[in-house]
């Protein structure tokens, strides 16, 4: 049996399943995998990965986590199987976690659990160099990133390596990572880190890997489920990918993107991805029966969701409790100034000079980006007049929101725009707040004709909304994926990237700077 009875049962999965082979299996391991895991240190909402509240059951937080992945070791090991965890990237950014410590508490718990290699996802280098230099020095686990070139950048060169091989139930499993080469537009690695062509990188890492004996090739992905899917078709003898950065959870689960693992028909075997979604919510374990050769003859194993089933780690509980005891003193710690109070109250019925805040902040923090959309209920609270606390932005935004960015037809922002005021003003969590864009409306019109007439900023002018042409428009991630009835965000969305930066450092950052804009200036009007 692939998992102990008390695994299954806890993990909540159904019985395993094994694909057979002609072959028979000579050696067995199982691959612990997690991705995206963002700071999320505390349980979060299932559906959402934002705070957890009562309508929403919750998942993950490091202690369960790190209890799920114990249960996993043992089960492999009570059915002869050996081990190899591994952590596909962005491990950074998400929460007041990550915030205070810049990286400490995320490298406290994954020693505590047991990273044996972990790839860079775009998020470790939101802070640059410096930061990542540190979590890098202190790890005790190879940090893998076959396609970034770091001999130029002191404070990181040395501290990576392509591939690492493991020696698991008389199995070799080598692992490549790679990170998505869009990193230098997404993040702040600085001037001297040079990223390649992660095709050519895990097909030289392969190479190198053959050269030297048979093993099982496991590509620990930061690229997103589509490139993982282009790179297994395109570069031979890629066993398994182990991805991130797409946050698409793969598993036997209503709501899943698809199956764990997928199986895609690459140049000369087939391939298997998997991926856990993102916040810790799921545990990935891809049970792999090998040949003498490496190959792999069965696949066994599941993706778990981390609820209540699984016991905390009282170990990673106490840590998490002892990060947790300085963030009181970042929620108090001063922001800026604002000349007066910033009400919520009528951010549900037209323009609001919050939303203008909030919005404005989105549009400065992505370059290029030319129109920003949140909802009005998602600003949960007012601002007070005076000095500005981070506990006051986390107040208002209160979610744990990313940026999303995404290319929209002007067409699909207008259908956006007309689904934000489908059910009036008033009461409607989803009226548009906006940035780059003005608009007219008509609460009297039938819902789906209710814009009069939308003009986009260009430069100091305004022109009108181009059906036709390509927007950069950046959003909130929940809105991104649907919510609230955006559903042209979720459909029509052209290269659409939901883990930008914080919502509400974003904000906070924009008080700081004493620019924030925090006047009405009609771009929401009602047509006479």
């Not at 700071?39 to 909402?45: K, L, M, Q």
């Not at 919510?483 to 950052?509: M, N, Q």
Request: aromatic share 6%.
């Amino acid at each position: 049996m692939i998992l102990s009875r008390r695994f299954l049962l806890a993990a909540g999965l159904a019985a395993p399943f094994l694909r057979p082979a002609r072959a028979q299996g000579a050696h067995r391991v199982r691959i612990v995998h997690v991705n995206d895991f963002h700071s999320r240190h505390e349980p979060v909402a299932r559906a959402t990965g934002a705070a957890c509240r009562a309508d929403d059951p919750c998942l993950g937080g490091a202690a369960r986590l790190a209890g799920a992945i114990g249960q996993a070791r043992a089960g492999a090991a009570a059915s002869g199987r050996g081990v190899v965890a591994i952590d596909a990237g962005d491990q950074f950014m998400g929460s007041l976690f990550y915030t205070h410590h810049r990286g400490a508490a995320e490298l406290a718990v994954m020693k505590a659990w047991g990273c044996e290699a972990m790839t860079l996802g775009n998020h470790e280098f939101d802070n640059g160099p410096e930061v990542l230099a540190r979590f890098a020095a202190g790890a005790d686990f190879p940090i893998l990133a076959a396609n970034i070139d770091a001999r130029a950048e002191p404070l990181l060169a040395g501290r990576f390596r392509p591939w690492w091989e493991a020696r698991r139930g008389g199995a070799r499993i080598a692992i490549v990572g790679v990170t998505t080469p869009e990193t230098p537009a997404l993040s702040s690695p600085g001037r001297n880190l040079r990223f390649t062509d992660p095709a050519e990188a895990v097909a030289r890492a392969v190479a190198d890997i053959r050269a030297t004996g048979p093993a099982t090739v496991v590509v620990l992905s930061h690229l997103g489920l589509g490139a993982d899917r282009r790179l297994a078709e395109r570069v031979a003898g890629i066993d398994v990918i182990a991805g991130g950065h797409s946050h698409t959870l793969l598993a036997a689960e209503p709501d899943a993107d698809g199956p764990s693992p997928l199986l895609v028909d690459g140049r000369d075997r087939t391939v298997r991805i998997v991926q856990t979604g993102a916040y810790g919510r799921f545990l990935g374990m891809l049970d792999l029966d090998l040949a003498a050769d490496g190959r792999i003859v069965a696949t066994g194993g599941g993706c778990a969701p981390v609820g209540a089933a699984f016991a905390e780690d009282a170990r990673v509980a106490a840590m998490v409790a002892e990060f947790a005891r300085p963030l009181e003193e970042t929620r108090r710690r001063p922001v800026g100034m604002l000349a007066g109070a910033l009400s919520n109250t009528d951010c549900r019925r037209g323009e609001c000079a919050l939303g203008n805040l909030v919005t404005e902040a989105m549009l400065a923090r992505i370059p290029g980006a030319e129109i920003a959309v949140t909802n009005g209920g998602g600003l949960r609270a007012g601002l007070p007049g005076g000095q500005v606390t981070y506990g006051d932005v986390l107040t208002v935004l209160p979610f744990g929101n990313t940026i999303a960015v995404m290319g929209l037809r002007g067409a699909d922002v207008l259908a956006a725009l007309e689904a934000g005021l489908a059910q009036g003003a008033g009461t409607a969590g989803r009226f548009p707040q906006v940035a780059g864009i003005r608009f007219a409306w008509d609460p009297t019109a039938p819902p789906g004709s209710r814009v009069r007439h939308a003009e986009v900023a260009q430069g100091a002018a305004f022109v009108p909304l181009d059906p036709a042409r390509v927007y950069r428009v950046v959003t909130n991630d929940f809105m991104r994926r649907g919510g609230d009835g955006y559903v042209a965000f979720r459909d029509r969305a052209l290269d659409p990237y939901d883990t930008g930066p914080v919502l509400d450092e974003t904000v906070a950052d924009a008080i700081a700077s004493g620019r924030s804009v925090t006047q009405l200036d009609g771009r929401i009007a009602v047509a006479r």
